[in-house]
């Protein structure tokens, strides 16, 4: 089941909705319940919120790196590209360029550390 249609299913349980019908639920069906409600609602907004997470995410995380274009942000470094114009170009995060560039032995992870701190919650 897609995430959009899980929102949609969700969404109509919490409003006391029949999600195929769309028609009221009876009103001593489990899901029409306060706890059922409360619950419904929970799950809808952490849905919701990871569908927003998917959908600001770089077009190609989590994808392969091709060797193509590991030669590009090898060479992009080497002009003094800016990471935020690097990750861009390549529809990536800065931290997987940085990860892929250590990987590549264009930085050291030492430097890498120091130059791009984790920030700790």
């Known amino acids: 089941m897609e995430l959009e249609e899980a929102i949609k ?18 009103e001593t069906a489990a899901c029409r319940t306060a706890v059922a409600v409360k619950a419904l609602n929970r799950a809808l907004a952490s849905l919701v919120a990871q569908s927003e997470r998917e959908r600001r995410r770089p077009t190609n ?23 935020q114009v690097i990750a861009k170009a390549h529809g990536r995060t800065i931290p997987s360029i940085v990860a892929r560039l250590v990987k590549l032995g264009q930085i050291s992870p030492d430097k890498q550390k120091s130059r791009f701190p984790m920030k700790v919650a």
């Open 61 to 83: 995380a989590g994808k392969a790196w091709t060797r193509e274009e590991d030669e590009q942000i090898c060479e992009e470094l080497r002009v003094g590209t800016d990471f």
């Open 9 to 26: 299913v969700v969404r109509a349980l919490a409003d006391g909705t029949h999600p195929e019908t769309g028609k009221p639920l009876e």
